[in-house]
């Protein structure tokens, strides 16, 4: 069985702060992907970043960067000098093998409020 | 990126009346969709695999009479939620793998908030 946990369940930071989203998964599957989706208050879902398995390189990509550590099953995500339009609901997700019709497994979502 | 519509955005409906949504990929083909229900702050469930030509697959606990998946074609699933109570009210997100090169991922249609009254 697959699991996706996401153990905080709402931080507020004020403007220009850092902040670390944690997730961590659990899978018997060798192959597998992992994603970071932002569902902003309109609720649409907003795909941020997919890591496959193979790769644990860390990925950096202006404000955003994530890490993924197989060690620790963890792909954590931080937002740097974060801002009022970071402000949003955060899903980490998790999906076996390499067939993109392959289900989605969710976490509970991480709240972010960034206030000024 | 790979777009999916949905439509209705927002539905009101009395209770005991029945709702029909539409999820749609827009500029790819999709032989599968999945539809998710998400109650008020909490996350995604999945509620079935939509399959183009043959019947979808619910999830363990879903009634399958009560939200009727038809994938009539290879752009178009629809959810019928039948009978709708209040408590079928909620926010339905549906999603489909991208069969675009150089896309390895499920796009999100923007939701439908469904209230039953």
């Known amino acids: 069985a697959q699991k996706v946990t996401q153990a905080q369940t709402e931080i507020s930071v004020v403007e220009k702060e850092d902040v670390t989203l944690d997730c961590v998964y659990e899978?018997?599957?060798?192959?597998?992907?992992l994603f970071w989706y932002k569902q902003p208050p309109s609720g649409e879902l907003v795909f941020l970043i997919r890591?496959?398995?193979?790769?644990?390189q860390n990925e950096i990509s202006g404000r955003y960067s994530w890490n993924f550590q197989k060690s620790t099953s963890s792909f954590n995500f931080t937002i740097t000098a974060s801002q009022v339009v970071d402000s949003a609901v955060y899903f980490c997700a998790l999906r076996r093998g390499t067939g993109t019709a392959s289900k989605l497994t969710f976490g509970t979502g991480t709240r972010l409020q960034v206030t000024l | 990126g790979a777009v999916v519509s949905q439509h209705p955005s927002r539905v009101i409906c009395k209770s005991g009346t029945s709702v029909k949504i539409e999820c749609r990929s827009l500029?790819?083909?999709?032989?599968?969709m999945f539809w998710y229900r998400q109650f008020p702050k909490q996350s995604l469930m999945l509620m079935a695999t939509s399959n183009e030509g043959s019947k979808a697959t619910y999830e363990q606990g879903v009634e399958k009479d009560k939200f009727l998946i038809n994938h009539a074609s290879l752009t178009l699933s629809t959810l019928t939620v039948t009978s709708a109570h209040p408590e079928d009210s909620s926010f339905y997100i549906c999603s489909a793998p991208s069969t675009k090169a150089g896309y390895n991922e499920q796009f999100f249609g923007p939701g439908t908030r469904l209230t039953v009254l």
């Open positions: 890591r496959n398995s193979f790769d644990e």
């Open positions: 500029d790819f083909q999709a032989t599968t």
């Open positions: 899978t018997r599957d060798t192959t597998y992907y």
